[in-house]
């Protein structure tokens, strides 16, 4: 479970600024858009399957099972162009599949936990919407926060408080304040548009879901985000 040397730098341990976050009615049949996200720039992907979503979508399918299978072959294609491959809260789908790394949410395992179960050291990332909720990870190490939601999103079925850019300046002064270093991903509803607000707040980088999604991952909505980010990377030395 190593995360790919040209994703992240084994010293530094810098994360890949744009993280796709797969949506529920994603296509695992076949997998030319995880190379068209590559080629276009995109060097992460986070496997989110929700209980919840598969058993209404697939009620006759055995939910883990799937997901094992699925965690499989993206593992394959991801470690194949040197991805990065995270998943979205089932420590044992990540421990067998050889993924790079887990991110849990508030009501999933104790972080703590996770990282015995994983055995070693990997990425480790946490969902985070307010400033008491940092909490819940005082003590871990943690890779980074996935904070949002910035807008309105229909990608998840129910939404904790919208933080907007406000929102995102106060975590990341609570965290400079605390001198807990841990990179931000904002997310939730976000635009090309919006990167450039976003980042200036002090945000590391942008988890995208439905933004490439619902335009079929065109390239061109890809490179939409990459392009902004490249540049944002070029004003500030990286």
Same mark, same amino acid.
């Given at each position: ?13 810098? *994360? ?30 986070? *496997? ?27 593992? $394959? ?54 400033? @008491? ?18 807008? @309105? ?21 609570? *965290? ?15 635009? $090309? @548009?919006?990167?450039? @607000? ?41």
């Amino acid at each position: 479970m190593v995360p790919p040397e040209s994703v992240i730098d084994s010293d530094t341990m810098k *994360l890949p600024r744009i993280q796709y976050i797969t949506h529920p009615d994603e296509n695992f049949d076949e997998l030319t858009w995880v190379h068209r996200l590559h080629e276009n720039g995109v060097n992460w992907i986070q *496997l989110r399957i929700k209980e919840e979503d598969f058993v209404q979508r697939f009620p006759l399918k055995h939910f883990l099972a799937t997901f094992h299978e699925i965690a499989d072959k993206m593992r $394959a294609v991801t470690e194949a162009l040197g991805m990065l491959l995270t998943i979205n809260d089932e420590v044992e789908v990540a421990r067998f599949s050889n993924a790079d790394g887990l991110h849990i949410g508030q009501e999933d395992i104790m972080p703590n936990e996770a990282l015995e179960q994983l055995h070693t050291r990997r990425v480790l990332g946490g969902t985070v919407n307010s400033i @008491s909720e940092i909490e819940r990870f005082n003590g871990i190490e943690m890779s980074y926060f996935g904070v949002g939601p910035f807008r @309105s999103t229909t990608t998840k079925a129910t939404l904790k408080p919208l933080l907007g850019l406000e929102g995102y300046q106060a975590i990341i002064d609570y *965290l400079k304040a605390e001198n807990r270093n841990v990179p931000v991903y904002a997310i939730g509803g976000i635009l $090309a @548009s919006d990167v450039d @607000s976003i980042l200036a707040t002090g945000v590391y980088g942008i988890a995208v879901s439905g933004a490439f999604f619902n335009e079929k991952h065109r390239s061109e909505s890809i490179r939409a985000f990459v392009d902004k980010i490249e540049a944002y990377e070029l004003a500030v030395g990286r």
